[in-house]
């Protein structure tokens, strides 16, 4: 079974561009989530769809960062426009939901703005 | 290969009772740890950072860390029923991305 997938595993921006990082979820799972993660700060939670539905929007995140559910399989993350305190791993993780709350990460995707 | 150990694996406590959960980590090549909780149908969400060893306080949440002995541990103060969730320690590797995470503790508080 593939766990989850994410593209690209690295990525360097300038300031100000666009990028679109991808996510596909373990085939089944009906919860999908997005994180940043840093040294300082740990995880923070960005978006978090159940279903296709998103549920969750990461609040102060809002502005530059949008996540969609185009479909069960597939998840895009775009950061608009990008700034250097981006730079941070971003992390999708899937989970079964409906009561099996268990998270399986992906390997992240290593953001680089310049 | 950095591992975490969690326990226990679930633990029911009344409310109001001191709650204690543990990780044991294989190696000492850690620049922090950190305790999320994850309740049913959320994202994980930060409890307590701690980078070095002693103890740090962040509301009802109390982390030890003790480097020598390889252990991290979270001790919750008058649990409520809300805190009911699943604990996850996480440990930071040092000189890289990676963060290792415990496998979890799923806490009841009972009324």
Redesign the interface.
């Known amino acids: 079974d593939a766990g989850v997938t994410q593209t690209p595993r690295h990525e360097v921006a300038e300031k100000g561009q666009t990028i679109i990082l991808k996510c596909e979820p373990v085939s089944g799972h009906n919860d999908l989530f997005w994180y940043r993660q840093t040294k300082i700060q740990g995880l923070e939670l960005l978006s978090y769809f159940r279903s296709k539905s998103l549920m969750e929007d990461g609040g102060a995140f809002k502005d530059r960062f949008k996540a969609e559910m185009l479909n069960s399989s597939f998840s895009t993350l775009k950061i608009q426009p990008t700034e250097p305190k981006d730079s941070a791993v971003y992390l999708c993780a899937s989970s079964p939901g409906l009561g099996e709350d268990t998270q399986y990460f992906g390997p992240g995707t290593r953001l680089l703005v310049l | 290969q950095q591992k975490v150990q969690q326990s226990p694996e679930s633990l029911t406590v009344s409310e109001g009772a001191m709650a204690s959960l543990n990780c044991t980590f294989s190696d000492g090549t850690s ?2 740890f ?1 305790w ?1 909780r ?1 309740h ?7 409890l307590v ?1 701690i980078f070095s060893d002693g103890e740090k306080e962040e509301g009802r949440f109390t982390a030890h860390l003790n480097r020598a002995s390889l252990h991290v541990s979270l001790h919750i103060r008058e649990p409520q029923p809300s805190d009911s969730a ?1 604990y996850l320690c ?1 440990m ?1 590797v040092s000189n890289t ?1 990676k ?1 290792v ?1 415990g496998t ?1 503790t799923r806490l009841q508080v009972s009324p």
């Open positions: 620049d922090n950190r999320y994850q049913s149908g959320k994202g994980l969400e930060v950072s699943v996480a930071s991305d963060v995470f979890g």
